[in-house]
T-cell receptor
Framework: GAGVSQTPSNKVTEKGKYVELRCDPI?????LYWYRQSLGQGPEFLIY????????DSGLPNDRFFAVRPEGSVSTLKIQRTERGDSAVYLC?????????????FGPGTRLTVL | AQSVTQLGSHVSVSEGALVLLRCNYS??????LFWYVQYPNQGLQLLLK??????LVKGINGFEAEFKKSETSFHLTKPSAHMSDAAEYFC???????????FGGGTRVLVKP
């Protein structure tokens, strides 16, 4: 596609439920990033993939959060036993190549609301 | 650890006036610095980036920023504000190309007619 896409655009769930958020990066981009943006704050890094492997998962807040990218393209962020504090906009970005400035291109985000 | 501080969560400017958004960073290594803009219900869009080349960086939509190592600053300016500049602006830093971004808290710009 022309840009990074994320589905769903909005997700409402109940406390304790499991959710999956999907990211389709720009075709050919090898790097993929997940960020979380809480209301009134800047985005916070969660995890970064280079190809299929997680190169840096230092931003995942706890073991309820997990992300995969099995074929080096689409990625899924998985949240188990959701809590109200997980409510935020989850942003995905992708970038291409292994050298250069590697600009990150962002998707529109998935707004997650945990009731 | 890296960090970014944006002074002022809200800025109000008159149309045609100077826009100045402040960003200070801390980094243990020479940083890569970025300014992103976020329009309502849209993704982040890169305005400009500093990657150790020229210290004065020109971006899209008439914005520019100057890297000042001695002040650890990367302030964003635009000489004449336009109504379409109303948005939220984020400063970000990374340690290397392709590395994760650390964002500031953002500055929301309101442009008055």
């Amino acid at each position: 596609g022309a840009g990074v896409s994320q589905t769903p655009s909005n997700k409402v769930t109940e406390k304790g439920k499991y959710v999956e958020l999907r990211c389709d990066p720009i075709s050919g981009h090898t790097a993929l990033y997940w960020y979380r943006q809480s209301l009134g704050q800047g985005p916070e890094f969660l995890i970064y993939f280079q190809g299929t492997g997680a190169a840096d998962d230092s931003g995942l807040p706890n073991d309820r959060f997990f992300a995969v990218r099995p074929e080096g393209s689409v990625s899924t962020l998985k949240i188990q036993r959701t809590e109200r504090g997980d409510s935020a906009v989850y942003l995905c970005a992708s970038s291409g190549g292994l050298a250069g400035t590697n600009e990150q291109f962002f998707g529109p985000g998935t707004r997650l609301t945990v009731l | 650890a890296q960090s970014v501080t944006q002074l002022g969560s809200h800025v109000s400017v008159s149309e045609g006036a100077l826009v100045l958004l402040r960003c200070n960073y801390s980094s243990s290594v020479p940083p890569y610095l970025f300014w992103y803009v976020q329009y309502p219900n849209q993704g982040l869009q890169l305005l400009l980036k500093y990657t150790s080349a020229a210290t004065l960086v020109k971006g899209i939509n008439g914005f520019e920023a100057e890297f000042k190592k001695s002040e650890t600053s990367f302030h964003l300016t635009k000489p004449s504000a336009h109504m379409s500049d109303a948005a939220e602006y984020f400063c970000a830093v990374s340690k290397a190309a392709g590395n994760k971004l650390t964002f500031g808290g953002g500055t929301r710009v309101l442009v008055k007619p």
